[in-house]
């Protein structure tokens, strides 16, 4: 569910950020917005499962069945490399997983979780099969319907006039005051509490609806008056779809999304998680403190106080003095500094915006940073799935990185989705290396999991702590699928004097929540958190010392 929460949050509020004057974000909870709705997932809300009546017993054959089928999904991809008959495999296996779920539901529940689905899509069930899932739980719409050819293709261009429709009416203007300063949490936390905010925003909530509902009655005009009569019955009675929220927390909700779309730390449905442990029981350092610039100066989607706060007092409570910068690199401000972070750097604010993957650094500033780590200073460079890996590719040039720039997936080395990747001593993706060692056994890595980035290739003599399988790929910038076998989504290697790490996911160091899942250090059985230490211990010279590890450029 993460995936697509995520991808649907990063793709309403890349839309408000390329085409909204003033800022806004749309409102995209359920009964606001059209939802695919796939029936696996609604099967997992609270709302729903009270709806439906699910005795303990069903909840809990559920989800044995759900456990069962991924785990043949998983066998089933096992032992080989040909990437379409993997694909084919797990495609049968989402086959059989809706009517294996159904089956554990009696009549009429089966026939409320349709009428639910129905009324999450809205014109979504009248757009075709735009995603394999939607029709994976029985016969589509127009085939129940039975639409003429006609009728389909009309009621495709409505579906699709509506979908923008509904996008413009649900944004909800962010109005600044221009006196002010720039904005903060605390400042939109007020913003989104103020009545004026909430007044815009009921007035967004019902054109969306106004909208949504006049998308319907269009399509409803193309039908016959049998089929009109026979696809209200399949609606069933009216339920409420504002139930499904992710969060019982709709004013925080409110500031995460308008954060993001500022690009102001925190926002994006991705937020630090308030309750993640960041206290280290045996701290590196004591006496000394090496200091870290943690970059803010870049328009950075991660900074020291915003999503990667966790990370930032992670290392604080290690022992080490965090120093948030924001200023332009030079010779002078990176003297300042043992350690350079920088985490998720853009060319514009935000995301979505204009210019976003024009490279984040001048050729001044990439060329004082590689002369500074040339010269003994130590980098970790964490830059993520598109449009990231474009904005730092200028300055992962200087040492000789080369980076995908788009999505990396491997449908073999997954879990949650065939771009959240794991790595494991059993699998053998863990590379060899001080990074996934550490100093005993206690911090030795042996599981890491990875939540949608891009691939990466080092310089000769490089090491990659995350290597990618065989049966990885890549979809680059211009959407065309490549292999990404032999390359890594971790690397650490010397630069002259200094060190350098290369990250080409971000949440794997962060702790963060998207609604009310964990992704990222808090996630349970993972190592990530230890890696976090350990790369930095590597950079700081802690783990292997800097003399028996230096090599010329």
């Not at 998680?273 to 000394?288: C, E, G, L, N």
Request: charge should be negative.
């Amino acid at each position: 569910m993460r995936g697509v929460f995520v991808t649907f949050v990063g793709l309403i509020v890349g839309m408000s950020a390329r085409s909204q004057e003033p800022p806004a974000y749309q409102l995209w909870a359920f009964g606001d917005a059209p939802h695919p709705a796939f029936k696996d997932l609604l099967l997992e809300m609270p709302a729903v499962q009270e709806e439906l009546e699910l005795t303990p017993a069903q909840k809990r054959a559920l989800e044995e069945t759900r456990t069962r089928l991924m785990a043949k999904a998983r066998q089933a991809i096992r032992g080989t490399t040909d990437r379409q008959k993997m694909q084919a495999a797990r495609e049968a296996v989402l086959k059989e997983l809706m009517p294996a779920l159904l089956a554990k539901l009696e009549p009429g529940q089966r026939e409320r979780l349709d009428q639910i689905q129905l009324q999450s899509q809205g014109p979504f069930a009248f757009g075709g099969s735009r995603n394999l899932r939607l029709d994976l739980g029985g016969p589509s719409v127009a085939a129940r319907l039975k639409l003429g050819d006609d009728q389909i293709e009309r009621v495709k261009a409505i579906d699709g006039e509506g979908e923008s429709e509904i996008a413009r009416a649900a944004a909800v203007p962010i109005v600044l005051d221009p006196k002010a300063g720039a904005p903060t949490l605390e400042s939109i936390r007020k913003l989104v509490e103020a009545s004026e905010f909430q007044a815009v925003k009921r007035k967004a909530r019902a054109d969306a609806r106004k909208a949504w509902a006049s998308a319907i009655e269009r399509i409803e005009q193309v039908l016959t008056e049998d089929q009109r009569k026979a696809y209200r019955e399949m609606l069933g009675a009216a339920f409420d779809l504002s139930k499904m929220r992710s969060s019982d927390d709709e004013a925080e909700e409110d500031v995460q999304m308008v954060a993001a779309v500022l690009n102001i730390g925190g926002g994006g449905g991705q937020r630090a998680d308030p309750d993640f442990d960041a206290k280290v029981a045996r701290p590196a350092y004591t006496t000394t403190h090496p200091r870290v610039l943690f970059d803010e100066a870049h328009d950075n989607f991660h900074t020291a106080d915003g999503r990667y706060r966790p990370f930032a007092q992670l290392i604080a409570s290690d022992g080490y003095a965090v120093i948030p910068n924001k200023e332009k690199f030079s010779q002078g401000l990176l003297a300042k500094g043992d350690v350079l972070i920088i985490a998720n750097a853009l060319g514009a604010a935000g995301m979505g915006a204009p210019g976003a993957s024009d490279s984040a650094f001048t050729a001044a500033e990439c060329d004082a940073v590689r002369d500074w780590v040339r010269a003994g200073g130590s980098l970790l460079l964490v830059t993520d799935h598109a449009p990231f890996g474009s904005a730092a590719e200028s300055l992962a040039g200087r040492f000789g990185v080369d980076m995908s720039k788009g999505y990396t997936s491997d449908p073999r080395n997954s879990e949650g989705g065939e771009t959240s990747l794991v790595f494991t001593r059993e699998n053998h993706l863990l590379g060899d290396h001080p990074i996934t060692s550490g100093r005993d056994d206690s911090e030795r890595i042996r599981r890491i999991q990875t939540f949608t980035g891009q691939s990466l290739k080092g310089p000769a003599g490089g090491v990659a702590i995350l290597k990618l399988g065989e049966t990885a790929t890549d979809e680059g910038p211009d959407g065309k699928p490549a292999s990404a076998a032999g390359r890594a989504q971790g690397m650490a290697f010397a630069f002259g004097e200094g060190r350098v790490v290369v990250m080409g996911e971000a949440a794997e160091l962060s702790a963060q929540l998207v609604g009310a899942e964990k992704f990222g250090m808090n996630v349970p059985g993972l190592d990530n958190r230890q890696m976090a230490l350990n790369i930095m211990h590597w950079l700081s010279g802690l783990l292997e010392p800097r003399a028996a590890a230096r090599k010329a450029e």
